[in-house]
């Protein structure tokens, strides 16, 4: 199985800060990375499909990047919505694996 | 628009089978290009792909459970129905269905709201 693992677990940042959370996958995965918003009790909203493709309704301040092992989630200018926790998923080869999850908590 | 819904027991003793319905709106089953996967998630952990079936019926498990879990679908109903057997305590956990987009990329572009299945007796 491919391992994803994410960095940082967590993080405390101020609105209108640049946030990044990265993703890093145990083998090429090429762009086969989709990342997902949790909110708490809440099911998962993808955000990002592709490793960079944004989901339609998502707000233009989420984007991703990377290819083979490597891959971003960048949110320009962190809103109040956006705290939540943050996973990645690959879907390059089955069994499809979520990373640990990356907390975004306020300042 | 798009829906899915899961359904079954809130509560499961060990041992026991546990079974899910999905029923899904806005979509066919027998649509090209979707299929619906489970997903589980234990309370503060990260989810865990379980299964899927695309529209042509095509199935597959997770490794670690495939002994265990079966996904079956009834097009004319728009259910997807999963079986877990021999539940444990472990398997407590939120389940989720999905819809999965395919092929190439796959990825879970609606969920269900979640249903709590707690194992204990």
């Known amino acids: 199985d491919i391992q994803m693992t994410q960095s940082p677990s967590s993080l405390s940042a101020y609105v209108g800060d640049r946030v990044t959370v990265t993703c890093r996958a145990s083998?090429?995965?090429?762009?086969?990375l989709n990342w997902y918003q949790q909110k708490p009790g809440k099911a998962p909203n993808l955000l990002i499909y592709?490793?960079?493709s944004l989901q339609s309704g998502v707000p233009s301040r989420f984007s991703g990047s990377g290819s083979g092992t490597d891959f971003t989630l960048t949110i320009s200018s962190l809103q109040p919505e956006d705290f939540a926790t943050y996973y990645c998923?690959?879907?390059?080869?089955?069994?499809?694996?979520f990373g640990q999850g990356t907390k975004v908590e306020i300042k | 628009q798009v829906t899915l819904k899961e359904s079954g027991p809130a509560l499961v003793n060990p041992a026991e089978t546990l079974t899910l319905t999905c029923t899904v709106s806005?979509?066919?089953?027998?649509?090209?290009?979707?299929?619906v996967s489970w997903i589980r998630q234990p309370p503060g952990k990260a989810p865990e792909w379980l299964a899927h079936?695309?529209?042509?019926?095509?199935?597959s498990y997770t490794t670690s459970l495939k002994s265990r879990l079966t996904i079956s679908k009834d097009t004319s109903k728009s259910q997807v129905v999963l079986t877990m057997t021999n539940m444990d305590p472990v398997d407590t956990a939120t389940y989720y269905c999905?819809?999965?987009?395919?092929?190439?990329?796959?990825?879970?572009?609606?969920w269900g709201q979640g249903t709590l299945v707690t194992v204990s007796s």
């Open positions: 999905a819809r999965t987009r395919v092929p190439g990329v796959y990825y879970f572009d609606y």
């Open positions: 806005g979509f066919s089953l027998s649509n090209a290009g979707m299929g």
């Open positions: 079936i695309f529209s042509n019926d095509e199935e």
């Open positions: 083998q090429n995965i090429r762009t086969y």
């Open positions: 592709s490793a960079a």
């Open positions: 998923q690959e879907s390059f080869s089955l069994p499809w694996t």
